[in-house]
């Protein structure tokens, strides 16, 4: 094989050489056109070009102690400007979104609509999990139609179900939602004490006609009852056409969900999970070491929706799904409401059984917090206890009303410390 010399190279004549000293040439020209360098006409940075001038002009006037004054003053309305066009731009980017999402469905479901067609090239196929909503009906309900025609914004509302036994933390629930300025809430009482209790507090509040049996439930029921009360009680908001936001009582409110829900899908709910995989679904693989070369069975896994925060949009899947868990929790009165809501929503159909099949849709779980993640991940972590999340749920612990006030006091008041007291998990 032959040996590959290296071609001494020559330095004179090098096209390196000249590329060099060309490049250098146009520098020194460059340098005397541009003196404050090509960006400096960038009508983009002009707010920090401002600054910067300022700051030079401060430095060389130390011997005028007002005008350093007065430019001090002024990068600091520059600094706020800058943070409210921050803010506006924020704001326009949600809108945006918004605007986007609309548009989506609107195609999507004139897909579901229009003629029958070919499917197109691979990669391009997109299937439908927006369902058409149904057409109001009013005659429904014309008490709470009225009623909502007042709260609600853009046919959505937060829904909140709540008897005496819950007054104090229904409190620091309503109070939370008023900081926040979310106007489209409405509390549905279970006793006269809490229509008063809310009225007292200028809080919406919407009381059913009496109704044989499920009043009973109402006022006298714990949390499992009353929360399988609910399935019935929301079927006539979305048949009144409205999207209904379901919020339990312990949850405390740090932002207004409702810009930050994607409303692509019937359902679209919290989640009892702590991480990517529990919370949005894995291959969980099961071992049999008796079959062999098949010892290894994967199952799918996901942790369960959390039936007391979950949007629902008003289709007849999501209706179906409502009465399903109904119609379960009545014939099966010692059946968990939580777990009726998962079968109902995920088991597909099978031999003897129709699944519901609606579009389901999981919420990040940093922003609609569990009470888990709160206190065994969030609060132990310097990055994501710089987080603001929209929600926190104390789903997972028994002293809800204490734990309810340190969020507050964490996320609202800036305490620090405020989470520290508490275990990770109850003590039973
Ligand atoms: C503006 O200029 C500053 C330095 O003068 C620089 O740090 C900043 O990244 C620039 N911003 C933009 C948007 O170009
Ligand atoms: C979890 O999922 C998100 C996106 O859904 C991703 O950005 C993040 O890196 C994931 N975290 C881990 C630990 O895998």
Request: with cysteine; glycine share 6%; proline share 5%.
């Amino acid at each position: 094989m032959a040996i590959r010399r290296e071609k001494p190279q020559s330095f004179r004549g090098s096209p390196v050489l000249v590329a060099i000293v060309v490049g250098i040439l146009l520098g020194c020209v460059f340098a005397l056109l541009y003196p404050r360098g090509f960006f400096s006409s960038d009508p983009a940075n002009a707010t920090t070009r401002r600054t910067a001038k300022s700051d030079r002009q401060a430095a060389s006037s130390c011997e005028s102690p007002d005008r350093v004054r007065m430019l001090k003053s002024d990068i600091v309305s520059l600094t706020e400007s800058n943070a409210l066009l921050k803010k506006q731009a924020r704001e326009l980017n949600e809108k945006l979104q918004m605007a986007e999402q609309e548009k989506d469905h609107a195609q999507k479901q004139v897909l579901l609509l229009g003629k029958q067609q070919k499917a197109g090239p691979f990669g391009t196929v997109k299937s439908l999990r927006t369902n058409l909503a149904v057409l109001p009906d009013e005659s429904v309900n014309p008490r709470l139609s009225k009623l909502l025609k007042e709260i609600a914004v853009q046919n959505e509302v937060i829904v909140a179900l709540a008897n005496s036994n819950v007054k104090e933390m229904l409190e620091v629930w309503f109070t939370n939602i008023k900081r926040v300025g979310i106007p489209n809430y409405l509390v549905v009482a279970l006793d006269d004490h809490i229509v008063d209790f809310c009225k007292s507090n200028g809080v919406p509040v919407y009381k059913r006609d009496p109704d044989e049996g499920v009043d009973s439930i109402a006022r006298t029921g714990g949390n499992h009852a009353v929360s399988g009360l609910k399935f019935r009680v929301l079927r006539e908001f979305l048949q009144l056409g409205y999207s209904v936001l379901l919020s339990d009582i312990d949850i405390v409110f740090l932002q207004n969900p409702f810009h930050h829900l994607y409303r692509d899908s019937d359902v679209e709910s919290m989640t009892d999970g702590h991480d990517n995989r529990t919370a949005y679904g894995f291959n969980d693989v099961f071992d049999e070491p008796a079959m062999g070369w098949a010892r290894y069975a994967h199952t799918m896994r996901i942790w369960v929706y959390n039936s007391g925060f979950f949007y629902m949009r008003p289709t007849l899947p999501a209706i179906e799904l409502l009465d399903r868990v109904a119609g379960r929790l009545s014939r099966e009165p010692n059946s968990w409401d939580q777990a009726v809501f998962n079968e109902e929503l995920h088991f597909p159909s099978h031999p003897g059984y129709d699944g519901l099949h609606a579009a389901r849709r999981t919420m990040d779980y940093y922003l609609f917090m569990n009470s888990k993640v709160l206190f065994k991940t969030v609060r132990k972590d310097a990055k994501l206890k710089q987080l603001k999340p929209v929600i926190v749920h104390l789903n997972y612990h028994p002293d809800k009303f204490p734990r309810m006030k340190a969020v507050v006091e964490y996320y609202v008041n800036g305490k620090q410390d405020a989470l520290e007291p508490f275990p990770d998990g109850s003590d039973w």
